[in-house]
């Protein structure tokens, strides 16, 4: 089993930033791919980036290019995620995952075994 916990949620004023962190333990060797996802009321779970922990191989959803930047610590096993000029539409709660597959598969929530339990993004107009 992988446990993992996000913290660094909170409320920003748009145009502010917010840098979350998932902290992970267990099993982590049988994982080797980490994701976010955020999920917003009344909307699925959407893809936001992902790494891969060995190589630092790093995919985003297009939505975010070039405002978050997801990184890794391996010697810490945590995932960091720095979100840089927030808007509402980035309001929602962001989970963090771990699993395995080929890059291609990195975007769908299937790619991913173990999840955290979420923390919650709040972007003030």
């Known amino acids: 089993q992988v446990q993992l916990v996000e913290s660094g949620g909170g409320l920003v004023q748009a145009g502010g930033s917010l840098r979350l962190s998932c902290a992970a333990s267990?099993?982590?060797?049988?994982?080797?791919?980490m994701g976010w996802f955020r999920q917003a009321p009344g909307k699925m779970r959407d893809f936001v980036a992902a790494i891969d922990w060995n190589t630092g191989t790093t995919y985003y959803a297009d939505s975010v290019k070039g405002r978050f930047t997801i990184s890794r610590d391996n010697a810490k096993k945590t995932m960091a995620l720095q979100m840089n000029s927030l808007t509402p539409e980035d309001t929602a709660v962001y989970y963090c995952?771990?699993?395995?597959?080929?890059?291609?598969?990195?975007?769908?929530?299937?790619?991913?075994?173990?999840w955290g339990q979420g923390t919650q993004v709040t972007v003030s107009s």
């Open positions: 995952a771990a699993g395995g597959g080929p890059p291609a598969s990195w975007p769908r929530i299937s790619t991913y075994d173990y």
């Open positions: 267990g099993r982590t060797f049988s994982t080797y791919v």
